[in-house]
């Protein structure tokens, strides 16, 4: 990710999850299907696999934060992958644990990533029973 506004935001948010880890990895390819495969191949298959998708399933943050309390619970790592301008393969679909949607709109990647970030971080907040999370 690029230094500027959206680097700044990630990385705040990053720094403030500890005992989590937060890692971005990004994959590049010469094309999409050069793309897709690599990103299959940085997917941990012990990992509970949260795929970004419009038609996933969107998550009230209270529910979002049980569910990675349950992963952390069962001692899982966690993955995240967001798409590609093209999206994703339908075999990377299927590897998911969990497809994941921030509604229907269309979000730029550096927006959803930043996006992503602070809802892992509301869901630490909440589960340590900070006030950060208000409904």
Do not use: C
Request: hydrophobic fraction near 40%.
């Amino acid at each position: 990710m690029k230094n500027g506004p959206h680097r700044t935001l990630w990385d705040e948010y990053a720094k403030q999850m500890t005992p989590w880890t937060l890692k971005l990895t990004e994959i590049e390819g010469q094309n999409t299907a050069d793309e897709h495969k690599k990103l299959a191949a940085k997917i941990d298959p012990s990992a509970f696999l949260f795929v970004l998708d419009e038609k996933g399933k969107s998550l009230a943050s209270k529910n979002f934060a049980t569910k990675l309390d349950g992963l952390a619970t069962e001692a899982r790592p966690v993955q995240f992958i967001i798409g590609g301008a093209d999206g994703l393969p339908q075999i990377i679909r299927d590897k998911a644990g969990f497809l994941l949607s921030f509604g229907i709109q269309t979000w730029p990647h550096m927006m959803v990533r930043v996006m992503l970030a602070e809802q892992i971080y509301r869901a630490k907040q909440i589960l340590a029973g900070h006030p950060y999370h208000r409904e």
